[in-house]
């Protein structure tokens, strides 16, 4: 039955999509487009004239917004020659901006709250530009994948130099829920209360959860305990309830592996049920939407934690933070894939 395998198949259709372009697509130069030929000449004379970092990432910032900007209007006006032209428009001007932050030393120039204003318009291009993928045809949505993957590159190049070195290594940026590998499964069958953070208590109700909704609905709980706890500490606030805090005697690192590990135990609970067939496929729906309203709103408040990592200069919390902030990308999209999937049954 096609709802038992929908889900294993979201990681191929974006290679497929690829594959289908490279005979259907018109031809687009695959040289780097020169600054000459991306900037208006005034901004080329001002961005030439700027020795400061940040000036010249802010330059271009404005100048990537101008072109996300016409590729809505070129979206909305159907005109594929013109979208091919905007997206290598701003592949081109996502390279440039890596090139300049790779060549940048000054930490203070990395660190600058234009950095941060950069990154988090890609954050939010990213899931612009998936929405705008969907109205043109599946066999014209390959060169969006590629703008993404060229942001999301920069934007992670943009998450190291203000969390304070490299990070690991990126994602395959491809939208879908995460494949089932021994990275992921030998943690989850060995434990989750002592080997991903969760309270006894919480691993109890894992564990009595045998209905995928149930389940889903235990992991969400434990992802927001996670973020309500750190949003406390970050506010300085005292503990309230009469009950003693479940929560008190974990670190911010505790608190975000967590979090990851539960929105990872999520997407493999969907992935099994619906690959197995064992779940109905109204269970199999009311899960993933239940997680893409919950993700929607973990998202947002992920991101004031960065200002932690940037003022503790935690190497450790960062790269904790980038795993949770991948791990929500990646559910966020597989959900939505998978909701689009199931508008048929």
Same mark, same amino acid.
């Given at each position: 039955?096609?709802?038992?395998?929908?889900?294993?198949?979201?990681?191929?259709?974006?290679?497929?999509?690829?594959?289908?372009?490279?005979?259907?697509?018109?031809?687009?130069?695959?040289?780097?487009?020169?600054?000459?030929?991306?900037?208006?000449?005034?901004?080329?004379?001002?961005?030439?004239?700027?020795?400061?970092?940040?000036?010249?990432?802010?330059?271009?910032?404005?100048?990537?917004?101008?072109?996300?900007?016409?590729?809505?209007?070129?979206?909305?006006?159907?005109?594929?020659?013109?979208?091919?032209?905007?997206?290598?428009?701003?592949?081109?001007?996502?390279?440039?901006?890596?090139?300049?932050?790779?060549? /940048?030393?000054?930490?203070?120039? @990395?660190?600058? !709250?234009? &950095? *941060? #204003?950069? =990154?988090?318009? +890609?954050?939010? %291009? $990213?899931?612009?530009?998936?929405?705008?993928?969907?109205?043109?045809?599946?066999?014209?949505?390959?060169?969006?994948?590629?703008?993404?993957?060229?942001?999301?590159?920069?934007?992670?190049?943009?998450?190291?130099?203000?969390?304070?070195?490299?990070?690991?290594?990126?994602?395959?940026?491809?939208?879908?829920?995460?494949?089932?590998?021994?990275?992921?499964?030998?943690?989850?069958?060995?434990?989750?209360?002592?080997?991903?953070?969760?309270?006894?208590? /919480?691993?109890?109700?894992?564990? @009595?959860?045998? !209905?995928? &909704? *149930? #389940?889903? =609905?235990?992991? +969400?709980?434990? %992802? $927001?305990?996670?973020?309500?706890?750190?949003?406390?500490?970050?506010?300085?606030?005292?503990?309230?309830?009469?009950?003693?805090?479940?929560?008190?005697?974990?670190?911010?690192?505790?608190?975000?592996?967590?979090?990851?590990?539960?929105?990872?135990?999520?997407?493999?609970?969907?992935?099994?049920?619906?690959?197995?067939?064992?779940?109905?496929?109204?269970?199999?729906?009311?899960?993933?939407?239940?997680?893409?309203?919950?993700?929607?709103?973990?998202?947002?408040?992920?991101?004031?934690?960065?200002?932690?990592?940037?003022?503790?200069?935690? =190497?450790?919390?960062?790269?904790?933070?980038?795993?949770?902030?991948?791990?929500?990308?990646?559910?966020?999209?597989?959900?939505?894939?998978?909701?689009?999937?199931?508008?048929?049954?």
């Amino acid at each position: 039955m096609r709802y038992s395998v929908f889900l294993l198949c979201i990681l191929a259709w974006s290679s497929l999509g690829r594959l289908r372009a490279q005979n259907e697509e018109p031809q687009v130069p695959q040289e780097r487009i020169s600054l000459e030929e991306l900037l208006p000449a005034k901004t080329l004379k001002q961005y030439q004239k700027e020795e400061k970092y940040h000036n010249r990432i802010k330059i271009l910032r404005k100048v990537l917004e101008a072109n996300a900007r016409l590729l809505v209007h070129h979206v909305d006006g159907r005109n594929m020659a013109d979208i091919y032209r905007s997206l290598a428009a701003l592949r081109g001007l996502a390279f440039h901006s890596l090139q300049e932050s790779l060549a /940048e030393e000054n930490r203070k120039e @990395l660190r600058h !709250k234009e &950095v *941060k #204003r950069l =990154e988090i318009w +890609l954050r939010k %291009a $990213e899931e612009d530009f998936e929405d705008l993928k969907l109205e043109v045809p599946l066999e014209n949505r390959g060169q969006f994948e590629d703008t993404n993957r060229v942001l999301e590159e920069l934007r992670e190049q943009l998450l190291r130099q203000l969390f304070g070195q490299a990070l690991g290594s990126r994602s395959d940026g491809r939208a879908g829920f995460l494949p089932l590998t021994t990275t992921v499964r030998p943690a989850l069958a060995q434990g989750l209360w002592d080997r991903d953070k969760f309270t006894e208590e /919480e691993f109890v109700m894992i564990q @009595l959860g045998q !209905k995928l &909704v *149930k #389940r889903v =609905e235990a992991f +969400l709980m434990i %992802a $927001e305990n996670r973020l309500v706890e750190i949003e406390r500490r970050m506010e300085g606030k005292e503990w309230e309830e009469e009950e003693p805090n479940p929560l008190e005697l974990y670190t911010y690192e505790d608190l975000l592996y967590a979090y990851t590990r539960a929105i990872e135990g999520i997407m493999i609970n969907i992935d099994e049920k619906a690959s197995s067939g064992m779940e109905p496929p109204e269970d199999i729906r009311k899960s993933l939407k239940m997680l893409k309203k919950a993700i929607n709103k973990f998202i947002p408040r992920l991101d004031p934690i960065k200002q932690i990592v940037i003022d503790r200069q935690d =190497e450790r919390l960062g790269e904790k933070l980038m795993a949770a902030m991948k791990a929500s990308d990646m559910a966020k999209k597989g959900a939505e894939l998978g909701l689009a999937e199931t508008d048929d049954w």
